[in-house]
């Protein structure tokens, strides 16, 4: 699988969007970007994916770059319970071990009243 | 529908003893995965399980730890002689099928917390 990198923290005013960015420029054509995130002492939680189209579901919306080496997770509205660390994925699809989800170190995203 | 269910939530077990740690899928769920996480790590996979049958357990200490997912019950991690290393946040994760084509999401549970001492 493609390797993710994410900045290591980012701060958000409650209100605003939060933008997170991801960078993953040796993906490959046949791999989805997934993002999960994680508050504190809890389990992860599936947020949304993509392929190269961009998506948008209830909680967040996913913008690809056109050449797919990077992509940014924006949450439209951000609250104090978005507060997190924000983990970008990418998984390879079709056979193998495309089930494994390989966390990297994410981004601890802070929302300040 | 309830979501994927861990027990015990929190585990505390001297060094030696055995720790057995729940996880019952969320309803009409089959697929079960298995992570670590260590104080101050990211999660790391551990192994994947269909009912009966073991489908990948290469992220798995080769040693002291089993995992089963039995036709009635929940799935069980298994780790016999704990020691201090493995105080850690166990999670479980849950699919309804893997397909060849596009993976599924996967849902967590809420972690076990296992503390040896």
């Known amino acids: 699988d493609a390797k993710t990198t994410q900045p290591t923290s980012m701060d958000c005013a409650e209100g605003r969007a939060a933008n997170l960015p991801c960078n993953h420029s040796?993906?490959?054509?046949?791999?989805?970007v997934y993002w999960y995130r994680q508050i504190h002492s809890q389990g992860p939680q599936y947020i949304i994916h993509g392929l190269k189209n961009n998506e948008t579901n209830e909680m967040a919306s996913l913008i690809i770059t056109e050449d797919r080496k990077s992509s940014t997770l924006i949450l439209p509205h951000a609250t104090l319970r978005d507060t997190a660390v924000y983990y970008c994925i990418v998984r390879v699809v079709g056979g193998g071990s495309n089930y494994k989800l390989t966390f990297g170190k994410g981004t601890l995203l802070t929302v300040n009243p | 529908n309830a979501g994927v269910m861990q027990n015990p939530r929190h585990l505390v077990r001297r060094r030696g003893q055995e720790a057995r740690l729940r996880c019952s899928p969320m309803k009409g769920h089959s697929h079960v995965y298995w992570y670590r996480q260590l104080p101050e790590e990211g999660l790391k996979f551990m192994v994947y399980l269909q009912k009966e049958n073991i489908i990948d357990e290469s992220g798995m200490p080769k040693e002291r730890f089993s995992a089963e997912f039995p036709k009635e019950g929940p799935s069980i991690l298994r780790i016999q002689q704990v020691v201090r290393g493995d105080s850690a946040a166990y999670f479980c994760?849950?699919?309804?099928?893997?397909?060849?084509?596009?993976?599924?999401?996967?849902?967590f549970g809420p972690g076990t917390r296992l503390t040896v001492t």
């Open positions: 994760a849950s699919s309804p099928v893997q397909g060849p084509v596009a993976p599924y999401e996967q849902y």
């Open positions: 040796t993906i490959s054509g046949n791999e989805y």
